[in-house]
Nanobody, 121 residues
Framework: VQLQASGGGLVQAGGSLRLSCAAA????????MGWFRQIPGKEREFVAA???????YYADSVRGRFTISKDYANSTLYLEMNSLKPEDTGVYYC????????????????WGQGTLVTVSS
């Protein structure tokens, strides 16, 4: 599978962004997918995931502000981000779950190239 992330940018605190992740070559209908983020010097951090059964999971820090969804018609994963905070700044990666916990980056076998989100205070 090939994943292409987009939608990052610079936004003020309290603003919103929608990230997209276009998938090609896999079986999007049954793939579980996730979003992680990373800042320099730190490990990739779980943000949100959605399973093949459309169950969703969120990090405590984003629950209630972010929404993950899948557009099956267009094989695209989304992350709607509202009420953004400076601590949400980072490079956001979409990934396809291979096996194991949705919370662990090692469970994913394919990644998009990352899209930078910068939230100014």
């Amino acid at each position: 599978v090939q994943l292409q992330a987009s939608g990052g940018g610079l936004v003020q605190a309290g603003g919103s962004l929608r990230l997209s992740c276009a998938a090609a070559g896999g079986n999007f209908k049954i793939d579980s997918m996730g979003w992680f983020r990373q800042i320099p010097g730190k490990e990739r951090e779980f943000v949100a995931a959605i399973t093949w059964a459309d169950s969703t999971y969120y990090a405590d820090s984003v629950r209630g502000r972010f929404t993950i969804s899948k557009d099956y018609a267009n094989s695209t994963l989304y992350l709607e981000m509202n009420s953004l905070k400076p601590e949400d700044t980072g490079v956001y990666y979409c990934g396809r779950l291979s096996a194991g916990s949705v919370y662990r980056s090692s469970s994913y076998d394919a990644w998009g190239q990352g899209t930078l989100v910068t939230v100014s205070s």
